[in-house]
Structures are given as C-alpha cells and as structure tokens.
C-alpha cells in the first residue's frame, strides 16, 4: 500500500518510547495522535485504545492511523494478541465520521472509503488473536469494528447494531457478510433490514456479543479470555482463521473498485446528501440540549 503525504506525517508522530519494566516483565506504551496503545511485551498483548473525542470516529486521519498500526503490530514479531478497547468508557465508537460523507470531494471520499476498506481487511484478515473490549455504544461502523474481531465482550446499558437503513444507508455487503458470519444469516437479516441498534443484552440473545462483563471488569476479562486464545499454536490458530474468513475477504477484494465506486456514487446522490444534512442537524441540535 502507498500511504500519502498525511499519513507519513502520522507515522512521525507514532513515538516509541523506551522499554519501561512493568511487574517482572517488559511493557511499552506508544501514542499516535488518536489512539493509545500498551504492548506488554511478556505475554505479547498489544491493548489498543480509541481516543479520537467526543465518539471516536472514524474519518480519513484516523483510519489511516489505525491502518498504520496494524502493519506494525503484524510486522511485530512479539506480538500475538490485540485487545481494541476505547479510552471513553461512554462510546466505543459512534462509526463512521459523517462529515466525510457531508458535501464531500469526491477524491477524498473515495480514498476514505479504501482506507476504510484496508481496516476492515486487516482487522478482519489479522494473523493475531483480537478481542474487542466494547465499553461503550458502537453504531455502524463501531459495529464492524467489533464484528471484525475474534471474540465480543460487551458492557451493559450501552447499544450496537448496523443501524444503517435507519439512516437510509444500504450497508455494504462486507459489512452484512460480517454480521451474518457472526449471527448467522436468520438474525442478520433481522438486524441488518431493520438497522437494530441492541441493547447489550439483546446483542449477546443474538450472539453478536459473545460476553457481557461491566465495564470496570472488561479489561480484565478481556485479558483472561486472551490467555485461552494464545494457548492455541499460533499458526494452527492463524491458518484456521484464515480458511474460514478468506472467502469473505476475497469477495471484497475482487470488488474493491467497485464497491468504491458504489460508495461515491450513492453518497454524492443530491437525495442522500439531503438527508445527510438532516440527519447531521439533528445530531449537532440533541448534542447542544
Ligand atoms: C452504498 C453504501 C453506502 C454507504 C455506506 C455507509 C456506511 C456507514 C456507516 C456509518 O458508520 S455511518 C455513522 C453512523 N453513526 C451514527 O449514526 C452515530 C450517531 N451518533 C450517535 O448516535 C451518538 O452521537 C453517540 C455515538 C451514541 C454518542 O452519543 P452522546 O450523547 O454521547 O454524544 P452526542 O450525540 O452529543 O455527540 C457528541 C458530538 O459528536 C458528534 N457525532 C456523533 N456521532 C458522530 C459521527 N458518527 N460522525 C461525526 N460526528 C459525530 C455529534 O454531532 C456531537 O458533535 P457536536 O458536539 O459538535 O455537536
């Protein structure tokens, strides 16, 4: 992949800083701009932290971030297990940024929706263990982050779905192959046709969520359950993985183009962009009450 001139900028900022002995082993801690990072270096556990305020979403920058710090954590040979997390214990991730879809130039809205495209491939593609740690609502693109991962802990009183038909959105198909991977195909075509956003509880009925913990206890259960996971051989684990989520993968791949092209296409639609200004005031109008 060829990263641009702003991403660059991105790696910069991506700091090591020294080997700091935490308890009897190593633990490094690394910062980008918008996400916090903890690698402890014993058992090989990289905790990974949304901190893009107020909801961590996603827009072109920290997609690219996110993109960034996947590569490393799969070039890094120590690592073997992520947990992705969100350092607002209120939103995991309120999805995509609507912004980038708001009145867009349409050369920026297509390299949003490829790096949006390469963080689902690589999550969903990872060679190590991942477990998201959902300590917070996760609408939409929250959602398929989550989806992406190995296995769901989720804190009660909070909310998931693909709520996109909500907003008139037609999910894309990578997104609904996700869920029904996940939830099998009855329940996803529940949730996806009605764009459900589910209470935690109805989320781990459904088997979306595969653990309900509070939120004080996430990441420690989050931990616990990684150790069940890393006791597996890596590469029987790995190749397992990747025999049962390839198919769904190289659908995307094949695709990729167009399903970028479908995006611009739809979002540059004067309707969906009225809507969108809708939608956006309403959002900016409960934000101020
Ligand atoms: C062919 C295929 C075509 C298209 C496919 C597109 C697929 C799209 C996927 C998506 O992910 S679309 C985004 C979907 N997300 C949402 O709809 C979430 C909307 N937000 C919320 O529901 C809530 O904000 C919340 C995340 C639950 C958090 O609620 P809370 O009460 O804590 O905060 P508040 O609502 O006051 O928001 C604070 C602040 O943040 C702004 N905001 C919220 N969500 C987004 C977002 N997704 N993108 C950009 N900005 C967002 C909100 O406007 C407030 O801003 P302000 O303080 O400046 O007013």
């Not at 790696?11 to 903890?38: D, I, W, Y």
């Not at 779905?161 to 198909?173: A, D, H, R, S, V």
Request: glycine share 6%.
């Amino acid at each position: 992949m060829i990263w641009g001139r702003r991403a660059l900028q991105h790696v910069k900022r991506f700091k090591r800083l020294p080997f700091q002995p935490e308890g009897l082993h190593r633990c490094m801690s690394a910062a980008t701009q918008n996400l916090v990072v903890e690698m402890d270096g014993k058992s090989g556990v990289a905790v990974v932290k949304l901190n893009k305020p107020p909801v961590n979403s996603f827009n072109l920058e920290f997609l690219t971030e996110i993109n960034i710090l996947m590569e490393k954590l799969e070039n890094d040979k120590s690592c073997r297990g992520l947990i992705l997390t969100s350092n607002n214990n209120k939103i995991f991730s309120g999805g995509l940024d609507i912004m980038e879809m708001y009145n867009p130039q349409p050369d920026r809205l297509a390299e949003f929706w490829r790096t949006l495209q390469g963080m689902w491939l690589s999550l969903y593609g990872s060679r190590l263990a991942t477990i998201a740690a959902i300590n917070g609502h996760s609408p939409a693109g929250g959602c398929l982050t989550a989806l992406s991962c190995d296995y769901r802990i989720m804190a009660p009183g909070f909310t998931i779905g693909l709520n996109e038909t909500q907003l008139g959105i037609i999910p894309p198909f990578w997104f609904v192959e996700s869920m029904i991977n996940v939830t099998g195909q009855r329940q996803a075509e529940v949730c996806c046709q009605k764009g459900l956003m589910m209470t935690t509880e109805q989320a781990h009925s459904i088997g979306l969520v595969d653990d309900v913990v509070p939120g004080e206890a996430i990441l420690e259960r989050a931990h616990n359950e990684m150790k069940n996971w890393l006791k597996v051989p890596d590469f029987a684990r790995q190749l397992t993985k990747r025999q049962i989520r390839k198919p769904t993968m190289d659908r995307l791949i094949a695709k990729r183009d167009e399903d970028i092209q479908n995006f611009v296409q739809f979002i540059t639609k004067d309707s969906v962009q009225k809507a969108m200004g809708v939608y956006i005031d309403q959002l900016k109008n409960k934000a101020k009450k």
